[in-house]
């Protein structure tokens, strides 16, 4: 029989602060614009969840635009407000594969993490290539996605089949959020965490502000 230390310990296969780095690639307009796959409302949403999860658990992250100034614009204001560019240094390209661009490889192989989870605009072309490249070069790769989206459900769907046939593992923005959380006993998230649902988690973040407020607790 397994005893307690052997049962408590959790699958290396899930995210924690310390064992990943997250890559937000193309949030702009432009992308913003043809993006059908998934209703904009809840891709800011997500976004926004997100990036305030790596606020939250201090994840290394790496945000990164194309073309910012000249055609896809400014990033949305949901990741704005958790990375402004005055301080966060957005590195644009002009690469499609964010992996290709090297300041941007520079920037995420820099921090050392074997874990690289991804999220950004369009699954099929800004997701697809440094997904595979990053596997290619031994890394295990996350794709959140439903943070991303594409021109139409076809091109989502067959994008984030071809990334899983090539051993991405998918999750959803509020998967990621409490894998990183755990256990609600972390008092020193627990309230940021909770806030963050309160103002971007739908339904389930109703249901927080219920119980806190109805339930007291």
């Given at each position: 029989m397994p005893n307690a230390t052997q049962i408590a310990q959790p699958s290396a296969e899930l995210l924690n602060p310390d064992n990943h780095t997250l890559v937000l690639i193309?949030?702009?307009g432009q992308m913003g614009f043809?993006?059908?796959?998934?209703?904009?409302?809840?891709?800011?949403?997500n976004v926004a969840i997100i990036a305030g999860a790596s606020k939250i658990f201090n994840v290394p992250t790496v945000v990164t635009t194309v073309a910012e100034e000249s055609f896809s614009g400014p990033v949305f204001l949901e990741l704005e407000a958790a990375y402004p560019k005055a301080s966060s240094g957005y590195i644009d390209r002009t690469s499609m594969n964010t992996w290709e661009d090297v300041n941007a490889y520079n920037a995420i192989v820099g921090k050392g993490k074997k874990?690289?989870?991804?999220?950004?605009?369009?699954?099929?072309?800004?997701i697809v290539g440094p997904a595979l490249s990053a596997i290619a070069a031994?890394?295990?790769v996350y794709v959140i996605t439903?943070?991303?989206?594409?021109?139409?459900?076809e091109a989502h769907e067959r994008a984030v089949q071809r990334m899983i046939q090539a051993g991405a593992k998918p999750v959803t923005s509020i998967q990621y959020l409490l894998e990183l959380q755990?256990?609600?006993a972390r008092q020193g998230t627990y309230e940021a965490v909770t806030t963050l649902m309160k103002q971007h988690g739908g339904g389930y973040g109703i249901g927080i502000q219920y119980a806190h407020t109805m339930l007291k607790h």
């Open positions: 193309d949030y702009e043809a993006t059908k796959s998934i209703d904009i409302t809840e891709l800011r949403n874990k690289i989870v991804l999220g950004g605009l369009w699954t099929s072309v800004c031994g890394y295990e439903d943070a991303c989206g594409d021109v139409s459900v755990r256990d609600w």
